[in-house]
């Protein structure tokens, strides 16, 4: 990490690669990769049983089983329904509860479309909760404020955003005295802990995203649907394959008039679910190499005037699954605008999520479906005195070093010192 006292004495404006200097990297960032040997020996697992078995592999077979027993396991309990998307697991969450119908929801401030729009689909009405101070998870005294506000909330759906558990022993005393349901969504915290238990084991009803980009991943696309609560359960599986009631006794899946009622079919197929058994194995050492190397992160940005960790690990029993590191910048020693700074750093070769543009309120579809004015003044704040790193588990002390260099050259010449 030895390069700051060469890169202060730069003090040609010229030398920064956004003026056109040479920049800090010319490699491209480490690939992630982390489908390989293992899962492709596991989709070849799933043809070799098929043949042995002399049909072709399907869904809701022994590999869905494994998948998700594992899942379970991993969790401390439960059930999982392994679906076709996170979007699909919003979707069936909220079908499973049998919601009055036309009511409200309570969201998170900062989320994806896809856990929004199963809300607006079925219709519900979002109704957005501001972040806490510094955090872009939903703030539990806003909640109740909104609740108190609104007897026509029926359940609440909490992001834990960045891998960073939302404080939901506090959400689900709220959610109590109003008789509100919790949907947790973890699809960017897969296995974080919030006091020593895997965020998922808290709400009524937990849904992951598993798509490739996420820490845990079963292919290109995929979710999770998972509760402790075995008629909720029985309740997901159903929804998530045309109302088909699996859990009754005799129950002929072949047999159409069984069903009892409609429903999509957002099954997760065989050969993906083969693949996120087989990522499931190193989800903890994943989970563990992310998180190492976003304390080194924390401990590079030591030596900066104007680059800070927006997270500190407070307590050992709340533990963060990183999805991607946030850092802070101090505002009023920097002599330039965020964007600016954020695309001189780019330039040295860095990628940057310099702007989270997450927040649902900011969202133009969205602004026709809610019936209540938010400006998530908290999320907002945040999310412009901070940007987000995108990082993974291959990244080495060569990748936290080049990050850290390309922060200390821009502020050599945007900073309070330069
Ligand atoms: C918090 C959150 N919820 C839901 C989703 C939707 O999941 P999917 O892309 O698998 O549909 C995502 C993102 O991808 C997400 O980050």
């Known amino acids: 990490m030895g390069c700051f006292s060469w890169v202060i004495m730069i003090k040609d404006i010229g ?108 219709g519900f009405k979002p109704v957005i909760v501001d972040s806490c101070i510094d955090s872009f998870n939903i703030d539990p005294e806003q909640l109740e404020n909104v609740l108190v506000g609104n007897n026509n909330i ?79 359960y029985d309740r997901i599986r159903s929804f998530a394959d045309r109302g088909k009631l699996f859990h009754l006794k005799g129950f002929d899946s072949r047999d159409p008039r069984t069903t009892e009622h409609a429903a999509l079919n957002f099954n997760l197929d065989e050969l993906s679910c083969a693949i996120g058994a087989s990522t499931l194995d190193r989800l903890e050492s994943t989970i563990n190499a992310r998180l190492v190397i976003a304390q080194k992160f924390d401990i590079a940005f030591e030596g900066s005037e104007l680059v800070s960790p927006a997270h500190r690990l407070s307590t050992s029993s709340n533990v963060p699954a990183y999805y991607f590191y946030t850092a802070r910048l101090d505002a009023a020693k920097l002599r330039t605008s965020k964007a600016e700074f954020c695309r001189a750093i780019e330039a040295e070769g860095i990628p940057l999520n310099a702007q989270y543009n997450y927040l649902a309120y900011e969202w ?43 922060v200390m050259k821009v502020e050599s010449f945007f900073g309070s010192n330069s």
Request: aromatic letters at 10%; hydrophobic letters at 40%; proline letters at 4%.
């Open 154 to 232: 029926s359940a609440v759906v909490i992001t834990h955003v960045g891998g960073w558990p939302t404080d939901i022993q506090s959400i689900l005393a709220i959610a109590a005295k109003f008789d509100v349901h919790v949907i947790e969504d973890c699809s960017q915290s897969h296995g974080a802990m919030y006091e020593r238990r895997r965020v998922g084991t808290f709400g009524n009803i937990a849904v992951f995203s598993t798509m490739y980009s996420k820490i845990h991943a079963t292919g290109g696309c995929g979710g999770l649907v998972y509760t402790q609560d075995k008629w909720l």
């Open 15 to 122: 030398s920064l690669a956004i003026n056109g200097g040479d920049k800090i990297r010319h490699r491209v960032m480490p690939p992630r990769q982390l489908f390989a040997e293992a899962e492709l020996a596991a989709v070849r697992s799933v043809f070799f049983d098929s043949w042995a078995e002399g049909q072709d592999f399907g869904y809701q077979g022994k590999f869905e089983n494994i998948y998700t027993q594992k899942f379970c396991e991993f969790q401390g309990g439960g059930y999982a329904d392994a679906v076709s998307s996170g979007t699909a697991a919003v979707y069936i969450a909220l079908q499973a509860l049998q919601l009055r119908p036309g009511s409200s929801i309570a969201i998170s401030p900062v989320t994806d479309p896809g856990a929004v729009s199963p809300i607006v689909l079925q």
């Open 364 to 406: 133009p579809w969205l602004k026709p479906h809610l019936t209540q004015e938010s400006s998530c003044s908290n999320a907002r704040k945040f999310r412009d005195i901070t940007f987000n790193i995108p990082f993974h588990e291959k990244y080495t002390d060569d990748e936290v070093k080049d990050i850290r260099d390309a």
